[in-house]
C-alpha cells in the first residue's frame, strides 16, 4: 500500500515531517586527457561523493534547525525544498530568536544511493535513509543535485516514503540506474507534464479519481480525490470563502527528476505551488496564528492568501501498463508566504 498521510515541515522537526553514446576527450597542454561529461554518460556521483553530501547536508540542517539561522544550510537546499526550509527557518527565527527550543539533531542513517548514469548537468541521485524524526518505519528519500561542477551538492526534493513504497530501480550491470526523460512519452503522464496535470486536476470539482471530473488519471487519495473534495466541502462554509490557484513548478532547480523501475514504469519527483486565498464576511475573523504572522505581509483586514510550495513523488506507470493510474507515495509541503488585505 502506498503512503496517503500528508507530510509537512513541522511536528517532528523541520521534516516530520541526445545523450552521446561515444566520450568524447580532450588533450590539455599538459597533456592530460580531460573527459568532458557533459557529453559522456557517465555516472553523476560516487559512492563515496554521495555519503559525503548527506554528510555535509545533514550537518548544516542541525546547524540551521538548532538556530533558525537560514544561511547556516542555505546552500544546502535548492528548488522546492529551499522554499520550504527557508520559510520555515524565517517563521522560527520571528517566533524564538534565540534559537529552537525543542530542537534534537536529525540523524540520517542506513543510507541507500540510487546513482543514475546519464549526459550533462544537472547531476543528480537518490539518498533512501532512515532517521530518527517522524514515523516508524518510513524511508526518507532525498534528491540532491547539482548544476555544475563547481556547485555544491544541494537536496531539491525531500519526501519520506513508507519502507514498502520505495520501488526496485532498472540498474545496468554495473548498478547504476536510468534516468527518465523530461518528456518521456512512454510513460502514462510525460515528467514535465505532471505539475501542470496536477493543477489541472486539483481545479476540478467532482470528488472522482481521473477522467471526466477533471484532469489526468491521478488514483484517489489523500492527495488527489480527498483533497479535491475537501476543498470543496471548505468553499461552502458560512462566513468564509476560500479560493484555490494551483501552478505547476518545473523549471530549474524545479524540474521534475525520474528514475526508471523495473516493472517499465518511473518514481518521478515534481513541485507545485498553491494558493489560498481566504475572505471572511462582516462579523467572521480570520485564525491568524504564530507561524503565518511571522510570514504575514500586509495588512488583515477581511482576507488572507497563503502560499504553500509542495514536493511530491509518483509512480508514473508505463503506457503499456494495465493499470494507468499515477499513485502519489507521498507529498511533502509548507507554507512559504502570507498576503493579508
Not at 553514446?21 to 557529453?39: D, I, K, M, N, P
Not at 494558493?275 to 504575514?296: R, S
Request: aromatic share 8%.
Amino acid at each position: 500500500m502506498y503512503d496517503d498521510r500528508p507530510r509537512r515541515l513541522g511536528g517532528h522537526g523541520r521534516f516530520a515531517l541526445a545523450t552521446a553514446s561515444v566520450a568524447v576527450l580532450s588533450v590539455t597542454a599538459s597533456g592530460c586527457v580531460v573527459v568532458h561529461g557533459e557529453r559522456e554518460i557517465m555516472p553523476t556521483a560516487t559512492r563515496a561523493d554521495a555519503a559525503r553530501a548527506l554528510k555535509s547536508f545533514t550537518a548544516a540542517y542541525n546547524k540551521a534547525d538548532k538556530t533558525y539561522d537560514q544561511a547556516a544550510d542555505a546552500d544546502q537546499v535548492t528548488g522546492a525544498l529551499a522554499d520550504i526550509d527557508g520559510a520555515k527557518l524565517r517563521a522560527g527565527r520571528k517566533n524564538n530568536p534565540d534559537g529552537n527550543p525543542a530542537y534534537s539533531p536529525l540523524k540520517l542513517t542506513d543510507a541507500k544511493f540510487t546513482i543514475p548514469e546519464k549526459a550533462g548537468w544537472p547531476r543528480w541521485f537518490v539518498a533512501d535513509t532512515a532517521a530518527n524524526k517522524g514515523l516508524k518505519d518510513t524511508r526518507w528519500l532525498l534528491v540532491f543535485t547539482r548544476s555544475d561542477a563547481n556547485a555544491v551538492w544541494s537536496v531539491s526534493y525531500l519526501t519520506i516514503l513508507n519502507a514498502d513504497d520505495v520501488p526496485e530501480f532498472e540498474k545496468d550491470k554495473d548498478g547504476f540506474a536510468q534516468t527518465v526523460t523530461a518528456d518521456d512519452a512512454a510513460l502514462a503522464i510525460a515528467p514535465d507534464k505532471l505539475g501542470e496535470e496536477y493543477a489541472t486536476y486539483l481545479k476540478a470539482k467532482g470528488s472522482g479519481s481521473s477522467g471526466s471530473s477533471g484532469g489526468a488519471n491521478f488514483a484517489p487519495g489523500t492527495h488527489t480525490s480527498v483533497w479535491r473534495a475537501d476543498r470543496v466541502k471548505k468553499s461552502n462554509q458560512p462566513g468564509l470563502a476560500r479560493q484555490y490557484i494551483d501552478e505547476p513548478l518545473s523549471k530549474g532547480d524545479y524540474a521534475p527528476l525520474g528514475l526508471r523501475t523495473t516493472d517499465g514504469g518511473a518514481l518521478v519527483f515534481f513541485a507545485t505551488r498553491h494558493y489560498e486565498k481566504q475572505t471572511a464576511a462582516p462579523g467572521y475573523d480570520l485564525d491568524v496564528d504564530a507561524n503565518i504572522q511571522a510570514l504575514l505581509t500586509g495588512e488583515v483586514k477581511s482576507s488572507l492568501t497563503l502560499q504553500r510550495v509542495s514536493n511530491q513523488v509518483v509512480m508514473d506507470p508505463a503506457k503499456s501498463a494495465s493499470d494507468q493510474q499515477v499513485k502519489f507515495l507521498s507529498r511533502v509541503d509548507g507554507l512559504t508566504s502570507v498576503k493579508g488585505e
